[in-house]
């Protein structure tokens, strides 16, 4: 939860229907002034409307987004004036084709009339921020993906916006160059103390460039909270699911698998958590138990094991090296230290 005394945003009891289509159903939260919250979960589930709310570019069905104490969802409120503190960046950059680096980022600028000098020297600084200095006359065109996105990243926030809204900003960019940009557009948010919201699918980019995620799920908040916490202790059995990879059993298949008892409807634990080897380990603080590789594939640089047991099929992670790796049908030993079991 935010500090009160900077709370930025506060969202109260937020929905927004489409044809009878419930897709927000009571969202409350709080954003603090510098924070960056990621919004992740499925597709349907809400991630995109939600931020369009920020700007009212979806106006909510029902309850009310106060923006610095004013209500922005109060007919009264003056919309194009409160959008000017709001930056905007879209998936797909949307900058104008037909005008230089410069003229796109200085395009905000000079809507607000601002004195030809001071939107030459503003542009200036921000693009040597964003690192397209040497960019300025160049059209859209002549851009990498990487480079469109940082021009679209400075167009919106040269303008000194008080919030930044990115969709799904990186999603069209490899996974090499999306890699930098993440702690690109990290950097230039805590050079610029701006207040970011944004929207991913990748699991990976929220944990890298938030302060607070929000785990949507059925047009409701499942989860909030750091990353560090989101990752480690998921509150839910859907949330367990959607953060990545941990494995999950039933309380009856958990007793079959280890042999011991658990009080809960559903154990969650990572596949990292799970330790192999070919004897039985002597770890009184642990679950032990027996089973056989089924199969095992390369992701990155973890080797990620199916291992069937008594319970059911797991999942087990190891280093991924060239040696050492176990062959299908091996018989092996698991063990799970009893503090990375999670009972939802």
């Not at 094991?305 to 030993?333: N, P, R």
Request: proline share 3%.
């Amino acid at each position: 939860m935010s500090d009160n005394k900077n709370v930025l945003i506060e969202v109260r009891d937020l929905c927004k229907s489409f044809d009878h289509v419930k897709v927000l159903n009571g969202i409350s939260t709080t954003i603090s002034q510098g924070e960056v919250v990621a919004i992740i979960g499925p597709s349907g589930c809400g991630k995109s409307t939600f931020l369009r709310s920020m700007n009212l570019l979806e106006k909510p069905t029902s309850g009310s987004i106060l923006f610095e104490g004013t209500d922005i969802t109060d007919s009264s409120v003056d919309i194009n004036k409160m959008r000017q503190k709001i930056g905007m960046v879209f998936q797909q950059y949307s900058l104008f084709p037909n005008l230089t680096v410069e003229k796109n980022v200085a395009f905000g600028l000079q809507l607000k009339k601002m004195p030809k000098n001071q939107i030459d020297t503003k542009v200036k600084e921000m693009l040597e921020i964003v690192g397209l200095g040497d960019k300025g006359k160049s059209y859209p065109s002549q851009l990498s993906g990487g480079q469109q996105q940082r021009a679209a990243l400075a167009r919106a926030i040269v303008t000194e916006p008080k919030v930044l809204l990115l969709d799904e900003p990186l999603s069209a960019i490899d996974a090499l160059l999306r890699k930098s940009l993440q702690m690109e557009i990290r950097r230039i948010q805590k050079e610029t103390d701006i207040t970011a919201i944004f929207v991913t699918h990748d699991q990976n980019e929220a944990m890298v460039m938030s302060d607070m995620i929000h785990l949507l799920y059925d047009g409701r908040i499942e989860q909030s909270a750091e990353p560090a916490q989101m990752y480690a202790r998921p509150a839910t059995k859907f949330a367990a699911s959607f953060i990545g990879s941990y494995n999950l059993l039933s309380s009856e298949d958990f007793k079959k698998m280890t042999g011991s008892s658990a009080e809960a409807e559903t154990i969650a634990f990572r596949p990292e958590s799970v330790r192999l080897s070919l004897e039985r380990p002597d770890d009184a603080c642990s679950y032990i138990f027996q089973g056989k590789i089924v199969d095992g594939i390369p992701q990155g640089n973890v080797f990620r094991y199916g291992i069937g047991c008594e319970g059911g099929k797991i999942h087990a992670d190891v280093l991924f090296q060239e040696t050492g790796l176990l062959a299908e049908s091996t018989d092996c030993w698991m063990s799970i230290k009893k503090e990375d079991c999670i009972l939802l």
